[in-house]
């Protein structure tokens, strides 16, 4: 078993180093904003288990900010998705009409 730091036997096949991860932003509702250090292969292939937090945790003013920013999110979504079929309705009538 290889003990070289960087690398990694377990199912992903490697393990990320600060070199090699990548930095986010959670938007997550407890984490609202909070920078963390993550696997460069999340989404793209099978990621490690590397994770460190950056920022300290969400004040208490933050979480409360984090409900109205995803309120407001979830809002426009919905608005988003009215308009999307309403637009899709209008091209069906021009559709229908020609
Ligand atoms: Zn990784």
Redesign the pocket.
Known sequence: MSSLSGNYSGS?G???TYE??VLRISLTVDNFGRRFLG???YKIGP??P?FRWIDNPTCVRGNEAAHLVQQKLDLLRSKLQLACERERETTQAAAEAT
């Open positions: 992903c490697h393990l990320c090699t991860c696997c460069s292969q990621k490690c590397f």
